[in-house]
């Protein structure tokens, strides 16, 4: 009967660590990222029993606590008002670089609770000062970035998360500008340019945007008699361009009335004739082979009297053209406007200029032409010009290249839509793209499910500064608790896989926390079952001290 007290004994203090476990669960049910434990028990040494039984006859001397388990299940994902925290969807844990017990020296620690912040040296932490481990990124051309290898791991060293390097963004000058536009090549235009004089006619719009028909050998009459004689001109053999006609019609107005050419000229897209002399003047325009009539009709609007002093003019001619508002960035950082204008020399071909929106400096190789085949499509061996910026003052041209193709080559790469096309829809711009950038400072960080911690700079530019890791372990259940939501690597945990988010391992979730996966219910349960076994076993205790009672009476 001795030995029933001390097996009850045993189960007192193995409830009693039960006890212990359960009321740290409880304690811990709002603490995030906390993962709850479980104490198992294992029954103890047996004691052989001699008798005349066949089967052993054995009585046992109580329980103890074998291990403790530590539930990794998920918890609930909570929204956080904290924009760097972040929780781990799935398998794996956060790596912490910590101060061991030795006295400076630090430790590694692994935690599945994302409340991090940045401290005042910039370092990213957690509550208790730990810092967060990942990938920095790297200075590239003027910016930052985070190199992998194939599979898409980092190839930098885990290290300390600290963006204290990363407060300003340095300026790039730009290189090039990627278009993909729309040049309508149809008969009916929406966007358009008052005409100039090297304008072909048979490619020029009147004001409601319709072209004007007109073909070799169309003709027109004028006088400047009232009518008395007229002189034919004729498309195709004395004019081609709107430019022609008005030389022509200047020299036969010189010649009619003894007054300068020069009276008459080209304002606005229209052909004009500004009386010089001292007389008044009969214009008369009419009808020639001209079959269709919106040619006749813009230019009949000089048709009258035309009083000394006075100024007549036809009606505006139009050509189809389309203008892209782009900018660069120079190599100090400044945005200089960048105005690119098409306009249509042919069915297939079209006309480019870019000019400076401001006077900093001067463009060389800003005009061309691009040819395209009849379906609309580009030549598939038309180049991506270059265009040189010089600024005031300087010798140095800063070269930018005018993507036609909006490919990363600037070449045809086998998509003859890609970039510009000459349809006959409406003239539109779908895509203008300008690398380069102006120096920013850091105004905010964001975190993203890839992992990144991507700086937001002052001139709009947002870029990758670095890269948390995720841990994962071949057995969790190794892993040692060392407060604070730290676990640390035990040798029954195994080494830690380092890797990144969504690769072989869960997600980083940004502006979410994992709440603690403690459930009051379960916990409530098990006190209650663990305060039954703990009356249970001090019952036998007290059994057992009253049947010792009665045996030592039996001496009296």
Sequence with gaps: MIGALYTGAN????????????????????TVGFKKSSVNFYDMVYQQVIGNSVDPSQVGIGDSVAYTDTDFSQGTLLESANPTAVAVDGNGLFVLEGQSEKKGASKIFYSRAGDFSFDASANFVNENGNIVMGWMA???????????????????????????????????????????????????????????????LSLLFDDN??????????????????GLTYTTLTYGTDFST??????????????????????VSMVNGKITINNSGSTDIAISIISGSQPEAKFDTIMENLSGTAVNGQTVSTQPF?????????YFYDA?????????????????????????GDTSGTLAGNSGSIEFNPDGTMLETTSSPTINYTPSGSNTAQSIMLNLWNTDSGAFEGNTTSGLTS??????????????NSAGSLNNVQTDSNGNINGVYSNGKTVPIAKIAIATFQNNQGLSKAGNSLFSQTVNSGAPNIGISGVSRGTILPGKLEASNVDLSSELVAMLTSQRSFQANSKSITTADSMLQTAIQLKR
């Design 11 to 30: 189960g007192l203090y193995s409830r009693e660590a039960g006890l212990d476990t359960i009321s740290n669960n409880l304690a811990n049910l709002n």
């Design 138 to 200: 790297e200075p590239i051309d003027g910016g930052y970035d985070i190199p992998v290898d194939s599979s898409g791991l980092p190839t930098g060293t885990l290290s300390p998360i600290n963006i204290s390097g990363f407060q300003v963004l340095p300026a790039v000058q730009t290189s090039q500008a990627k278009i993909s536009a729309n040049l309508n090549s149809g008969d009916q235009i929406i966007e358009k340019s008052s005409a100039d004089a090297g304008d072909g």
């Design 209 to 226: 945007g319709k072209r004007i028909p007109i073909a070799a050998g169309d003709n027109l009459k004028i006088s400047f008699d009232g």
């Design 242 to 263: 709107l430019g022609d006609l008005a030389n022509k019609i200047g020299s036969v107005y010189a010649s009619d009335t003894g007054n300068s050419s020069s009276d």
């Design 318 to 326: 139009y050509a189809a053209t389309h203008s892209v508002h782009a």
């Design 332 to 356: 100090s950082g400044s945005k200089h406007l960048l105005d690119i204008d098409f306009r249509r020399a042919s069915d297939t071909a079209w006309n480019w200029q870019a000019d400076l």
């Design 423 to 436: 349809f006959a829809i409406d003239s539109a711009t779908t895509s203008l793209s300008i690398d380069g």
